[in-house]
């Protein structure tokens, strides 16, 4: 006990340093000031036990009797915790007494600090001896490092997440290039290697010790292209980084040991969700009789699932053992169809319901579940799941990838049914919405021809809208009114409630364009007008097409400031829905509006905003289904070659130039500040994010 009485603590000296956790270290401080126990909790490998200890350093000088630190991990027997902690105390053994009293006698009167590192299969042990102690010795600080609360009264607990991964000169990045810089002296990274190294490890600091390692073998770029085995990559090769742990397996694997047999099915079971999800989500898909009530709370309280705004998701290490587990279980092939048909059932929910009041909230959705979904769409080629997602692909700006999978799955499967004629479709709008004019109309011919064979009204007249805008586009008006006309009546038909048919709609759209290509813009505006008075209550998207071309027969009439009000209402009404495509056209309108007006300077901004809009979307560089047209509709060219005569080469230059280094978001809050007088800047271009 004389050891104790002379020394100021055990806590071990730092061999590394710890990068980041500057907010972290100034919770605790503030935690421990006020609480008896404080308690790290967080996933395996995130590091709370290198935190635990950089505070107890930090914190240790102003407790007279010092910071003491106890490690339990390689302690099995809940009995002998007293024991395990009056050791690292430096108190003899006293066996006529139990631990806990001798514990509380000694630490009574003292102001000291205590570290209990990895308690988590220990905890219930830890939160009796604790109780006990800290009833009787009201100067005395706890630290715990466990997977989960203690659940002892006065607890207060801090969740250690990941570090941060989002670019060159994040904690994460940074802690990598240190890390491999101590490995291989010398080494120079390159900053995007390096990023996309730590996102794939999602900033978990022990993995990312570990692949630093790797680097002693490997390229960045190498490291990166095989985490895909992740578990199986990231072994030892010298002292473990963080205490017991020697690789990414065994760490991930003490959790497993320490979960329920349910807990470790349900671990097994989410693995097939590769983002996050929701509780129905994971009852859908992992419920069953031997799964009844699936216990998220559980996993989440353990450090397993990550929880944000009512959703899970896990850590890709943690996923990964999980994996392997659904594969011994021999249920991963059941379990990812499960998933897949849980989110084309969702899909086919949208579908049905995106023309009407649940538009926004289903746009959400689809933005939201975009991991979800592409993991089902990787997983499987029926054209069901990607005809299904019409609506993402043609609306919300992702009609790159949505034609991928058109493709694929349309090549591999030609025997005809309603799901594929449905995929067709969808691919030949798709194209037409990525300024694929030439595609769209072979696609939306075979679509008409397949539609007719099966019986489906519906998708014929869709078809024929479709072909009908792409005529127009290639410079056919005469052909594209035709189709329009055909496709109005044919949806006229077999629409049971105008009010509710999107394809009427897109035909009323398609005309009102043909008429404004043949110089008829009153007439245009006309047929718009009829189509805004049957508008459905919340419905965005063909709401935003009619006043994108609304916005073109304004013009076409000298209207300049109508013009402008449509483009903004279209614009507006395309990022709510997130389509940064049509985002992109609307701002392309009113760029065309700026140069009809004489401001050729905002005009090139405006054109170079749309550019960085397209491009972040993926589609085409510049024109599209609306702008390709011929007669008085606007194009790119033309609107650029005006906007290039008004303000003069350097002047357009600079002012496209600003306006191609400003991201969307940016962009289009600056064109809504512009009606209270705030106009985006034109002046020397920014070197572009």
């Given amino acids: 006990m004389g050891e104790t009485r002379t020394r100021r603590g055990n806590v071990p000296a730092e061999i590394s340093s710890l990068v980041g956790r500057r907010e972290e270290l100034g919770e605790i401080a503030a935690l421990v000031a006020r609480s008896p126990l404080v308690t790290l909790t967080g996933a395996a490998g995130v590091g709370k036990t290198r935190l635990a200890l950089r505070a107890a350093g930090v914190l240790g000088g102003s407790f007279p009797g010092g910071a003491w630190f106890a490690e339990l991990s390689a302690e099995q027997n809940g009995a002998l915790v007293g024991h395990r902690v009056a050791a690292a105390l430096g108190l003899p053994e006293q066996a006529a007494r139990p631990q806990a009293e001798v514990l509380a006698d000694f630490l009574a009167d003292r102001r000291m600090l205590l570290v209990l590192d990895t308690c988590d299969h220990l905890a219930g042990a830890c939160a009796e001896l604790l109780h006990v102690v800290l009833a009787r010795a009201p100067h005395v600080r706890v630290i715990a490092t466990c997977r989960r609360p203690l659940g002892v009264p006065g607890e207060r607990v801090l969740r250690v997440g990941p570090l941060d991964a989002s670019g060159p000169g994040s904690d994460a990045v940074r802690l990598l290039t240190e890390r491999a810089r101590a490995a291989v002296p010398g080494i120079t990274l390159d900053e995007a290697e390096a990023t996309r190294i730590c996102r794939l490890l999602d900033g978990v600091p022990l993995a990312i010790e570990l692949a630093a390692r790797r680097l002693r073998a490997l390229s960045a770029r190498q490291v990166a292209e095989r985490l895909d085995d992740r578990l199986g990559l990231l072994t030892g090769g010298g002292p473990a980084p963080f205490g017991r742990h020697r690789t990414l397996r065994t760490a991930v694997g003490w959790s497993h040991e320490l979960c329920s047999p349910i807990e470790r099915l349900l671990w097994a079971r989410l693995s097939v969700f590769p983002g996050e999800f929701g509780a129905g989500d994971a009852r859908a898909v992992c419920g069953d009789e031997a799964l009844a009530d699936p216990p998220l709370a559980r996993l989440a309280e353990a450090s397993l699932l990550e929880t944000r705004g009512g959703r899970y998701r896990m850590l ?24 897949r048909d849980h989110y084309l059932a969702a899909a086919r929910r949208a579908g ?31 054209p069901d799941l990607p005809g299904a997602l019409w609506f993402a692909w043609c609306c919300l700006g992702l009609a790159g990838p949505g034609r991928r999978y058109l493709d694929r799955s349309l090549l591999r499967h030609t025997r005809p049914g309603p799901a594929r004629t449905l995929a067709l479709w969808a691919r030949a709008q798709t194209a037409l919405t990525a300024g694929d004019a030439a595609a769209a109309h072979a696609g939306a011919a075979e679509a008409y021809e397949a539609a007719t064979a099966g019986d489906d009204p519906d998708i014929a007249g869709r078809a024929l809208q479709c072909a009908a805008a792409a005529a127009l586009a290639l410079g056919d008006p005469g052909e594209a009114g035709r189709l329009a006309v055909a496709a109005f009546e044919l949806l006229g038909r077999a629409a049971r409630d105008v009010r509710d048919d999107i394809g009427l709609a897109l035909a009323e759209v398609t005309l009102a364009r043909i008429l404004c290509a043949q110089g008829a813009f009153d007439r245009a505006v006309a047929i718009l007008d009829r189509r805004a008075r049957r508008a459905v209550r919340g419905e965005l998207w063909t709401r935003a097409e009619g006043e994108q071309v609304r916005s073109l027969a ?19 009404a395309r990022w709510r829905l997130g389509d ?38 993926g589609t085409a560089a510049n024109g599209g289904p609306v702008h390709g047209t011929p007669g008085f509709a606007v194009g790119w060219e033309r609107t650029e070659r005006k906007a290039r005569a008004l303000a003069g080469d350097a002047a357009h230059d600079r002012a496209f ?21 705030v106009h985006p800047p034109t002046g020397r271009a920014s070197s572009r994010a």
């Fill in 657 to 677: 130039a600003r306006g191609l280094a400003t991201a969307p978001e940016t962009a289009v809050a600056l064109i809504r500040k512009v009606g209270d007088g």
């Fill in 580 to 617: 940064g495509t049509g985002a992109a056209l609307a701002m392309e309108q009113l760029a065309a509006v700026a140069a009809r007006r004489g401001d050729g300077r905002r005009a090139a901004w405006l054109l170079g905003a749309s550019r960085r809009a397209r491009e972040d979307s």
């Fill in 554 to 572: 304004e013009l076409g009439r000298g209207d300049a400031d109508a013009a402008e009000t449509c483009a903004r209402t279209a614009l507006d």
């Fill in 316 to 339: 890709g290490m943690t996923r990964d053992y999980g994996g392997e587990w659904l594969r011994r279980l021999g249920e991963e092939d059941v379990l990812l169809r499960r998933h």
């Fill in 352 to 382: 049905a319901e995106w023309y009407g009041p649940r538009q926004r909230e289903w746009a959400v959705w689809a933005h939201r579940e975009l991991p979800n979904l592409r993991a089902a769409l990787d997983r499987g080629d029926e």
